[in-house]
């Protein structure tokens, strides 16, 4: 059984263990990421968490348990094996966050993690100010070589 809320993403009502909840914030650490998408048309921003993965099993597990979207990557490269990619916005993805945030281990994982849960609960609140500088703080994270 789904719930299905207001922007038409469906999230499982059944409720996932403590192994698999501590397994999907460990390949979430290694793999995923959060960032916060910004649309110029309307200077409307948005909380997103991704994780891509070559075993499409992987990205399978995400999209069953916490909803979203799956599909598979573009840009397939000869002798490469596809990528599939699981990717949650929005409401769906606060309460993905929220859920693996217990089991995050990493300091740079866990912060982004906390300031995308502000993010979503400041979010309507004529904050635009703030949640731009929430954007700015997550970019400079995701930064390769960021500490």
């Known amino acids: 059984m ?9 999230l499982p009502l059944d409720t996932l263990t403590q192994n698999e909840l501590d397994w999907a914030a460990g390949l979430f650490e290694g793999e995923g990421c959060i960032h916060i998408g910004y649309r110029s048309m309307d200077d409307t921003y948005r909380l997103i968490a991704t994780i891509g993965n070559t075993d499409e099993q992987v990205t399978r597990f995400f999209h069953d348990k916490f909803g979203g979207w799956h599909q598979l990557a573009g840009g397939t490269r000869t002798g490469r094996k ?19 945030l217990p089991s995050l281990r990493t300091d740079r994982v866990r912060t982004k993690a906390e300031l995308g849960i502000k993010f979503r609960e400041r979010m309507g609140k004529g904050a635009k100010g703030w949640q731009r500088r929430i954007y700015h703080e997550i970019r400079n994270l995701n930064r390769r070589g960021a500490d």
Not at 83 to 99: D, H, I, N, S, Y
Request: charged content about 20%; overall charge positive.
């Open 2 to 10: 789904k719930l299905h809320i207001a922007d038409g993403l469906a």
């Open 82 to 100: 596809p990528a599939w990619v699981w990717t949650v916005a929005g409401p769906a993805a606060e309460k993905f966050l929220r859920q693996i």
